[in-house]
């Protein structure tokens, strides 16, 4: 009978033991997860100066990273080329890449952030030597045949997609410089370049050191660029609540009107 007293008056401080290491380990394991989530690696495109440049920093680059510190959460970025950053977000494998637009593929695989960082125009350029016909009434629109050199894996307007329903033949480039240099070197008709209105329509054109063989021809639309979350994740949707609130406050707090400051003047 003092046995079993003795045992019955132990039982609350064994269950009170289990309890506190119980809540410490709860405790342990949400601090891992916190901490697990302060640092986030996602993928950058190489090639879209100068939102993006080849060697990490971008306008675009500054204002992700910039969104996500707001947060608390520190940002790795890995550049890459489009084609493989757009191919990892859409299989899960990297919860985020840009500079991304909206494209039907991407239903139920990807959420892109709330507001764009910027706009992208879709130019037509064309050999100087070799004008291209010029559409009426401001629309996009080629002769059947005209083979034209886009960037691989790129976003492009409804405009650009329905040319080639009408027998328009587009070949794929690594990147839109390469492209304006096989326009120069007239394996290309015509040429499709992102381009925006913070910089000269032609500064492709020289960069790729084609300015004196190549030109705008007409406009194809344009496209807002933003940073695209996976669905599939585990961190897609978290990041993309992050992003969105962090955006949401450097726009107010006037750290995004900075950014913009320091790259375009």
């Not at 191919?87 to 494998?93: D, E, R, T, W």
């Not at 639309?221 to 695209?228: H, K, L, P, R, Y």
């Amino acid at each position: 009978m003092h046995k079993k007293k003795t045992h019955f008056r132990m039982w609350p401080h064994v269950a009170s033991s289990f309890l506190i290491c119980t809540l410490q380990l709860l405790v342990a394991s949400t601090c891992i997860a916190q901490e697990a989530h302060e640092t986030l690696t996602i993928m950058v495109e190489d090639a879209a100066a100068p939102w993006s440049k080849s060697d990490g920093t971008g306008y675009a680059n500054d204002v992700v990273v910039a969104a996500f510190k707001e947060m608390g959460v520190e940002v790795r970025l890995r550049v890459v080329p489009y084609s493989r950053c757009k191919y990892m977000v859409l299989n899960g494998q990297v919860a985020a890449c840009f500079n991304m637009s909206w494209q039907s593929e991407f239903e139920g695989k990807i959420k892109l952030a709330a507001q764009p960082i910027f706009k992208v125009h879709n130019d037509i350029f064309e050999h100087i030597n070799a004008p291209l016909p010029k559409p009426s009434d401001a629309k996009c629109d080629l002769p059947p045949g005209t083979v034209v050199g886009i960037t691989r894996d790129y976003e492009y307007s409804a405009q650009v997609t329905a040319l080639q329903t009408s027998g328009v033949v587009f070949k794929n480039s690594l990147s839109d410089l390469t492209s304006l240099q096989k326009l120069a070197a007239r394996r290309f008709q015509a040429v499709l370049v992102m381009s925006n209105d913070l910089e000269p329509r032609n500064q492709k054109a020289k960069q790729s050191g084609t300015d004196d063989a190549v030109r705008f021809a007409f406009n194809c639309g344009v496209e807002n660029s933003t940073i695209g979350f996976s669905l599939a994740h585990p961190d897609g949707l978290w990041a993309l609540e992050m992003y969105d609130e962090g955006y949401r406050r450097i726009e107010a707090n006037g750290a995004l009107k900075d950014i913009h400051m320091r790259w375009f003047p």
